[in-house]
């Protein structure tokens, strides 16, 4: 069974740091794109980072550029985002996927809380 686990969530003050972790089993890793979306409380689910498979490009929704930082370790399947200078809107679940062609799977969601 393919399995995304995502970690690292939790409750941080303003302008502090969380690094979450995806790692990924029941897949061919280097096959897939690997991206992060957030859902926070009465919102739709949307993208936050992606790292891509095929030529390690990785993008950032604007509202965390320069802020947060996607990266890959793909000995251990693992793709993490280092969020810095969190901020109260920044709350939300957090949810890593994966997608290669057709596929398209969802971890279990971490959930990080930004005090003000």
């Known amino acids: 069974d393919v399995q995304l686990q995502a970690s690292g969530g939790g409750l941080v003050q303003r302008g502090g740091s969380l690094r979450l972790s995806c790692a990924a089993s029941?897949?061919?890793?280097?096959?897939?794109?690997i991206g992060w979306f957030r859902q926070a409380p009465g919102k739709e689910r949307e993208g936050v980072s992606w790292?891509?498979?095929?030529?390690?490009?990785?993008d950032y929704a604007d509202s965390v550029k320069g802020r947060f930082t996607i990266s890959s370790d793909n000995a251990k399947k693992t793709v993490f985002l280092h969020m810095n200078s969190l901020k109260p809107e920044d709350t939300a679940v957090y949810y890593c996927?994966?997608?290669?062609?057709?596929?398209?799977?969802w971890g279990q969601g971490t959930l990080v809380t930004v005090s003000s």
């Open positions: 790292i891509s498979s095929s030529n390690g490009r990785k």
């Open positions: 029941g897949l061919m890793f280097d096959d897939y794109d």
């Open positions: 996927n994966g997608r290669y062609g057709w596929a398209n799977y």
